[in-house]
């Protein structure tokens, strides 16, 4: 059963222990950063922050901040989440519209809009300044009319602006390039703060479609349909039960430096001069709750929101080209992206090679490939190293590839400042058993797993 919204989801978090609330006072200007890196390092439940100084409204961290709490949101256990995320995938569900909505009981426009007021952290002293990172970005192509729902980055820059940052390739950088080279001035979106956590995890789909509406795959995920109302000053959707909702719109005649910001890399970005961005309106629940999220240096709860489905929808493209996957392991330490590691039994010799290279092809980008047996557990660090040790021989098994198109915001990488001309090399790794010959037998203890062994589960 879905989550209505994220207060029932909060509600199951407190039910399982899983939440606290943090009533002294506490800063959104570099304390809040704090706070979050050290409850993340630490495994730490949802915080609710309800004194947060000089602010009008609470904020809640930590809604993605480890895999118990991902798999809480899908009511799905290690063993199913990929195969139930798949199946919500390959069956989706449309969106239903409404004319009233609990996202707008209060409507703030003109002066009433102050930016200020909402609890938007500065997390780094590095930072350029306050950012909006657990914002859903909603737009539409601004030829067809698709929605697609992402995370991107909003620095504030007053009371009513924004800067923002869209990489090229994700589609809200593609609406907003296309809409621009039809001429436009302005393009119109919305930035939904405060959802069901599941609308989260779509934002984070890869390997789909440009002509996919994302509502659609939501709706799968969920298992019923999301609840849309129209926004009241642009011609967006936005579900019905968020928390916030801001409504913008892109100025492509105004640029203004945004940036540093520590990305999911690691590493902060450096700050450019983007459009700005004008809020029209916002609006927001009675009693709203201002959702925080923290990026940086791996792991971070950025990279368990992106870990399941970065990791289900690459298996589901990949399954559909080599039918014997059976896991993959996208690493959060590097950064949901440049480390995966996938296990499949080949049926023919050279079949992990073929695997490597349609990886290294992915909208994945990674730089490292490991193709493992069923027998290696993707997600066990020390399993897969065994396999890399004693599997592998370097002359034979070791791929390199250069100049292939790079993760655009990792420093390692070459070809400028322009991120459409970034690009790195890629190393695969056939870890696999040599095909069609015998091998020595591993020294493992068999039944280990299911043995009964009271005493150490007291």
Known sequence: ??????????????????????????????????????????????????????????????????????????????????????????????????????????????????????????????????????????????????????????????????????????????????????????????????????????????????DVSDWTLAGGLRGEAVELVKCKT???????????????EVDFTQNQSEGPLGEYTGYMTPASDKPIVHVKAITHRKDPLFQVLLTGKPITENHILKNIPFEASFLNAMKQQFPTISAVSIRPSGGVQLYTVIAMKPRYAGEARHVILAAMASNIRPKWVIVVDPDIDVHDAAEVEWAMSYRVVPSRDVILVKDVPSAPLDPSSSGGEVLATKLNDTIGIDATLPFGRDYAVAADIPGWKEYDFPELKK
Do not use: W
């Open 1 to 210: 059963m879905a989550y209505k919204d994220l207060r029932d989801f909060l509600t199951a978090c407190k039910e399982a222990g899983d939440l606290i609330e943090v009533e002294r006072p506490i800063s959104t200007d570099l304390e809040i950063g704090k706070a979050l890196k050290y409850s993340y390092a630490n495994n730490g439940p949802v915080i609710v922050f309800k004194n947060l100084i000089g602010k009008d409204f609470p904020a809640v961290a930590g809604v993605f901040g480890n895999r118990a709490k991902a798999l809480r949101a899908f009511n799905a256990t290690d063993a199913d989440i990929h195969t139930n995320f798949i199946k919500g995938l390959n069956n989706p569900i449309d969106p239903v519209m409404v004319s009233e909505a609990p996202c707008q009981e209060v409507v703030l426009s003109g002066d009433d809009i102050d930016l200020n007021k909402l609890p938007i952290p500065k997390f780094s002293p590095l930072d350029g300044g306050p950012y909006l990172t657990a914002g859903i970005t909603v737009s539409k192509d601004p030829e067809t009319g698709i929605p697609d729902i992402g995370h991107f980055r909003y620095q504030v820059h007053n009371k009513n602006t924004f800067g923002y940052f869209a990489q090229p390739f994700h589609r809200f950088g593609k609406n907003t390039n296309k809409a621009r080279a039809m001429g436009l001035k302005k393009y119109e979106a919305a930035i939904i703060v405060g959802t069901d956590p599941v609308l989260g995890y779509t934002c984070q789909l890869k390997q789909i479609a440009d």
């Open 234 to 248: 642009v011609d967006v959707e936005v579900p019905a039960h968020a928390e916030f909702v801001i409504e913008i």
